[in-house]
């Protein structure tokens, strides 16, 4: 069905996306920093220039933090 080929298209991203990032990796291990990745992207994806500029903003809006913290989330 012609209105269905968008959800057929992010299913396919998603499965391949998780499915090499399991086999390159751990999933267990990075399966949420994967996912959130996914969902930032799906989230902005009518607004592919921002894609470049709003990572960029949100790291510099962000507060300082020693490194062993951001390694540990």
């Known amino acids: 069905m012609p209105q269905f080929k968008w959800v057929n ?20 291990k ?11 992207r799906f989230n902005r994806r009518f607004d592919l220039a921002g894609l470049v500029v709003r990572p960029i903003v949100d790291v510099s809006r962000g507060k300082a933090a020693p490194e062993r913290v951001i390694r540990h989330a």
């Open 30 to 40: 990075y399966a949420d920093r994967y996912l959130g990745a996914f969902a930032y």
């Open 9 to 28: 298209t992010v299913l396919g991203n998603l499965k391949a996306m998780l499915s090499g990032a399991y086999k390159s990796f751990g999933c267990a």
